[in-house]
């Protein structure tokens, strides 16, 4: 089939550096979407819009439709983002009762293998921490992916030569859509979003800016009361059951706690918004809003629609808009943990080969640059010879000086004063002790003479002498009994020495006390 390729204005002429090529795919039941843009961090101007029809949802079909658009659209060249469709995987809303991500993340990969009936090594799993609650617990969004649907999506992306940045949820990426599109200003409310598509409907519920709630729901015809989602006819909306299956949303939504909603906001293929705002609306008698995904594109200067912009209106474009504008923003990643550790050494390898480079190129600058000076260097060098010599006799006094001035220093540090002896002989002597006379002898030798009211008190004295770091060495040289008035007195004498040097001018004399 031949695709007719339309474009809303005249191609402008481009500078001669574009800015990087972005892509964002989807592979739905009946298409893949592709939306390409320029720029980044923001900067975004959309390029291409392009669908293709699936046959069916086998692998040779996906495969071959995948490498038409990698063929038309150079998307093997730029960087690719890709969705996991919300029906693909498990979403669940978890209080953590922590709100440190060290914690979160822990907590997280112990509830994450309780979801599903499956070990721990068949799934994988990420998470978004949506908003911290009163109570110190922390509201997170999980999603949990069975190891073999993520294995298809990439085996399918790896047959077409793509091999994408970033596996992100659709979910997190439409609601950040509209919140950025909303704006920081808007009120805050609790709304239902739904992005009506090709036989599918994801409907969320948005409370104050924050993704609370999350259901995929097919709208494909129904047979017997079977959804029969293999047929290729023309889409439709089935509304009875768009119907019940917000009815649904809204019961879960009250089981969680969160608020009621206050309007309904459509986006997605505009041409089924006229007939699902008047039944959305009387049926559940709230303000039912518009926005169509398709006006963001007008903005640009320079954009293809393939097939024409007509073909757009019955598919929706909102999610992939939130993947292309704000994948820096996007915190959950599907991508597989080795597959995150194979790039992160081939990163790392990168960085080592051109730190090298850098390094060996600085290493020949340097060589070059040290040879073309060097005899200027070596004439530098002989007038500093010569200039040391001639201050060589001055030098060697200033480092005789200084040598002499750290010796005083040194020597000084290790003198105390005999305030200080004082001091801690007052402090060690017991209460029951008076010193009759303080001697140092010779200013290294202390003798103590006294009289205790026991033997005990005195070999107290003796035990704390030793234990004072002032001094060393400590022994009795003597020690009577004498009856005074009828009670008992010993009269001693002990001597120890300094282990520090102490500046006393008492010399040999005793002092009393």
Same mark, same amino acid.
């Given at each position: 089939?031949?695709?007719?390729?339309?474009?809303?204005?005249?191609?402008?002429?481009?500078?001669?550096?574009?800015?990087?090529?972005?892509?964002?795919?989807?592979?739905?039941?009946?298409?893949?979407?592709?939306?390409?843009?320029?720029?980044?961090?923001?900067?975004?101007?959309?390029?291409?819009?392009?669908?293709?029809?699936?046959?069916?949802?086998?692998?040779?079909?996906?495969?071959?439709?995948?490498?038409?658009?990698?063929?038309?659209?150079?998307?093997?060249?730029?960087?690719?983002?890709?969705?996991?469709?919300?029906?693909?995987?498990?979403?669940?809303?978890?209080?953590?009762?922590?709100?440190?991500?060290?914690?979160?993340?822990?907590?997280? %990969?112990?509830?994450?293998?309780?979801?599903?009936?499956?070990?721990?090594?068949?799934?994988?799993?990420?998470?978004?921490?949506?908003?911290?609650?009163?109570? =110190?617990?922390?509201?997170?969004?999980?999603?949990?992916?069975?190891?073999?649907?993520?294995?298809?999506?990439?085996?399918?992306?790896?047959?077409?030569?793509?091999?994408?940045?970033?596996?992100?949820?659709?979910?997190?990426?439409?609601?950040?859509?509209?919140?950025?599109?909303?704006?920081?200003?808007? *009120?805050?409310?609790?709304?239902?979003?739904?992005?009506?598509?090709?036989?599918?409907?994801?409907?969320?519920?948005?409370?104050? $800016?924050?993704?609370?709630? /999350?259901?995929?729901?097919?709208?494909?015809?129904? !047979? $017997?009361?079977?959804?029969?989602?293999?047929?290729?006819? !023309?889409? /439709?909306?089935?509304?009875?059951?768009?119907?019940?299956?917000?009815?649904?949303?809204?019961?879960?939504?009250?089981?969680?706690?969160?608020?009621?909603?206050?309007?309904?906001?459509?986006?997605?293929?505009?041409?089924?918004?006229?007939?699902?705002?008047?039944?959305?609306?009387?049926?559940?008698?709230?303000?039912?809003?518009?926005?169509?995904?398709?006006?963001?594109?007008?903005?640009?200067?320079?954009?293809?629609?393939?097939?024409?912009?007509?073909?757009?209106?019955?598919?929706? &474009?909102?999610?992939?808009?939130?993947?292309?504008?704000?994948?820096?923003?996007?915190?959950?990643?599907?991508? *597989?943990?080795?597959?995150?550790? +194979?790039?992160? #050494?081939?990163?790392?390898?990168?960085?080592? +080969?051109?730190?090298?480079?850098?390094?060996?190129?600085?290493?020949?600058?340097?060589?070059?640059?040290?040879?073309?000076?060097?005899?200027?260097?070596?004439?530098?060098?002989?007038?500093?010879?010569?200039?040391?010599?001639?201050?060589?006799?001055?030098?060697?006094?200033?480092?005789?000086?200084?040598?002499?001035?750290? #010796?005083?220093?040194?020597?000084?540090?290790?003198?105390?004063?005999?305030?200080?002896?004082?001091?801690?002989?007052?402090?060690?002597?017991?209460?029951?002790?008076?010193?009759?006379?303080?001697?140092?002898?010779? =200013?290294?030798?202390?003798?103590?003479? $006294?009289? /205790?009211?026991?033997? %005990?008190?005195?070999?107290?004295?003796?035990?704390?002498?030793?234990?004072? *770091? &002032?001094?060393?060495?400590?022994?009795?040289?003597?020690?009577?009994?004498?009856? +005074?008035? $009828?009670?008992?007195?010993?009269?001693?004498?002990?001597?120890?020495?300094?282990?520090?040097?102490?500046?006393?001018? +008492?010399?040999?004399?005793? #002092?009393?006390?």
């Amino acid at each position: 089939m031949k695709i007719k390729l339309t474009r809303t204005k005249k191609k402008v002429k481009r500078s001669k550096k574009k800015a990087p090529l972005i892509s964002a795919l989807e592979i739905t039941d009946r298409y893949v979407k592709l939306l390409q843009a320029r720029g980044a961090k923001g900067a975004i101007d959309i390029t291409t819009v392009a669908i293709r029809p699936l046959a069916s949802n086998s692998d040779n079909d996906v495969t071959t439709v995948l490498n038409q658009l990698c063929d038309e659209f150079d998307v093997r060249k730029s960087s690719v983002y890709f969705h996991i469709p919300r029906k693909a995987l498990t979403m669940r809303y978890l209080s953590i009762p922590s709100t440190d991500p060290d914690e979160i993340g822990k907590m997280v %990969s112990l509830q994450a293998a309780k979801q599903l009936p499956y070990p721990a090594e068949e799934i994988i799993y990420d998470h978004v921490k949506v908003k911290d609650e009163p109570n =110190g617990y922390a509201k997170v969004l999980l999603a949990i992916a069975h190891r073999d649907v993520v294995k298809r999506s990439l085996d399918l992306l790896g047959s077409a030569g793509i091999d994408p940045r970033m596996v992100a949820l659709d979910a997190e990426s439409l609601a950040l859509w509209y919140t950025r599109r909303k704006g920081p200003k808007a *009120p805050a409310a609790t709304e239902a979003l739904i992005e009506l598509d090709a036989d599918s409907a994801e409907i969320e519920i948005i409370e104050s $800016g924050h993704l609370v709630l /999350s259901r995929s729901a097919s709208l494909a015809p129904e !047979e $017997g009361g079977q959804i029969d989602t293999g047929k290729r006819s !023309e889409s /439709s909306l089935n509304l009875e059951r768009l119907i019940r299956e917000l009815e649904k949303t809204l019961l879960i939504s009250k089981k969680e706690n969160i608020k009621e909603i206050e309007r309904i906001v459509l986006t997605g293929a505009g041409d089924y918004f006229a007939k699902a705002k008047d039944a959305l609306g009387s049926h559940f008698h709230l303000p039912v809003e518009e926005l169509d995904s398709i006006e963001e594109f007008a903005v640009s200067p320079d954009l293809l629609f393939s097939p024409g912009r007509e073909s757009m209106k019955k598919v929706s &474009f909102g999610s992939l808009l939130g993947l292309i504008k704000y994948s820096e923003s996007l915190q959950i990643d599907l991508i *597989p943990p080795e597959v995150r550790e +194979v790039r992160a #050494t081939l990163v790392a390898r990168r960085e080592v +080969v051109r730190v090298a480079a850098f390094f060996v190129s600085a290493v020949m600058i340097f060589a070059a640059s040290a040879w073309l000076n060097m005899s200027n260097k070596e004439r530098c060098l002989l007038r500093l010879d010569a200039e040391l010599k001639r201050n060589e006799g001055v030098v060697n006094r200033v480092s005789k000086m200084v040598r002499n001035i750290d #010796t005083i220093k040194e020597q000084l540090s290790r003198r105390v004063s005999a305030i200080d002896v004082m001091r801690e002989i007052y402090r060690i002597t017991p209460q029951g002790v008076s010193l009759v006379s303080i001697d140092f002898a010779e =200013g290294k030798i202390l003798l103590l003479r $006294g009289t /205790s009211g026991s033997m %005990s008190e005195a070999l107290e004295l003796l035990s704390t002498l030793e234990e004072s *770091p &002032f001094f060393t060495d400590a022994k009795m040289k003597y020690a009577t009994k004498r009856m +005074v008035k $009828g009670v008992e007195l010993t009269d001693f004498e002990l001597s120890s020495s300094l282990t520090v040097d102490a500046d006393l001018k +008492v010399g040999d004399e005793e #002092t009393d006390i």
